[in-house]
């Protein structure tokens, strides 16, 4: 799932998409859903059941840190991820994959945990801010806001980690950290490789 960038400029996922024809080329049935792209155009249709107050989850960055520790509640912005979760289709899904950047990271999390609620499916979070992160500071973020919903954080490329831990049907009792920085991208710039895939039903909409 390619997350809400609240504070960027809409592209399609390249990085995703090179993932999912990693492990489309192993047998593995995957896909992307651009939850970026899919709100923004809904925004722009003036739906009101369907749009989602991007300034609000932009401005206040710091309730959604304590609503995830359990400290303060915030029914607008509730409603607001709950509308980001309404557009996922879970049907037929035993593992999710979200990025996520540093200003969306807590958005991530909240929608994670929305996400477990309605499908307990295995959930992993990457991105440039679990990249920035060292395994000692993402403990600190573990314990702080009391992880137990997503499965893996993966820092770096991860294809060949993504795809192991996809076939390994085992669950983590607890959040585990994977660096996968030595899991280079210039690895796998092979004919079978080079060609991103993404879901065809969003490439309309950029």
């Given at each position: 799932?390619?997350?809400?960038?609240?504070?960027?400029?809409t592209f399609p996922?390249?990085?995703?998409a090179?993932i999912?024809?990693?492990?489309?080329?192993?047998?593995?049935?995957?896909?992307i859903?651009?939850?970026d792209?899919?709100t923004?155009?809904?925004n722009s249709?003036?739906?009101?059941?369907?749009n989602?107050?991007i300034?609000c989850?932009r401005?206040?960055y710091?309730?959604?840190?304590?609503?995830?520790?359990?400290e303060?509640?915030?029914d607008?912005?509730?409603?607001?991820?709950?509308?980001l979760?309404?557009?996922?289709?879970?049907?037929?899904?035993?593992?999710?994959?979200?990025?996520?950047h540093e200003?969306e990271l807590y958005?991530?999390?909240i929608?994670?945990?929305?996400?477990?609620?309605?499908k307990?499916?295995?959930?992993?979070?990457?991105?440039?801010?679990?990249?920035?992160c060292?395994?000692?500071?993402?403990?600190?973020?573990?314990?702080?806001f009391?992880?137990?919903?997503?499965?893996?954080?993966i820092?770096?490329p991860?294809?060949?980690?993504?795809?192991?831990?996809?076939?390994?049907?085992?669950?983590?009792?607890?959040?585990?950290?994977l660096?996968?920085?030595?899991?280079?991208?210039?690895r796998?710039?092979?004919p079978?490789?080079e060609v991103?895939?993404?879901n065809?039903?969003h490439?309309?909409?950029?």
């Amino acid at each position: 799932i390619n997350t809400l960038k609240i504070r960027r400029y809409t592209f399609p996922p390249y990085g995703l998409a090179l993932i999912n024809a990693f492990l489309q080329k192993n047998n593995i049935d995957s896909d992307i859903f651009d939850l970026d792209i899919v709100t923004k155009y809904d925004n722009s249709q003036q739906n009101q059941s369907k749009n989602v107050d991007i300034r609000c989850l932009r401005n206040n960055y710091w309730d959604l840190a304590l609503m995830l520790k359990g400290e303060k509640r915030n029914d607008y912005i509730n409603l607001q991820i709950d509308k980001l979760a309404s557009k996922l289709d879970l049907t037929n899904i035993d593992f999710i994959g979200l990025n996520s950047h540093e200003y969306e990271l807590y958005v991530s999390l909240i929608l994670a945990q929305k996400i477990k609620q309605k499908k307990n499916c295995r959930i992993a979070i990457g991105g440039s801010y679990i990249k920035r992160c060292q395994s000692d500071r993402m403990q600190k973020l573990i314990e702080e806001f009391k992880i137990d919903y997503v499965d893996y954080f993966i820092s770096g490329p991860g294809y060949e980690t993504f795809l192991k831990i996809i076939l390994d049907n085992t669950r983590p009792n607890k959040p585990v950290y994977l660096n996968t920085d030595n899991e280079g991208i210039e690895r796998f710039y092979l004919p079978d490789y080079e060609v991103p895939i993404y879901n065809r039903q969003h490439l309309d909409l950029y």
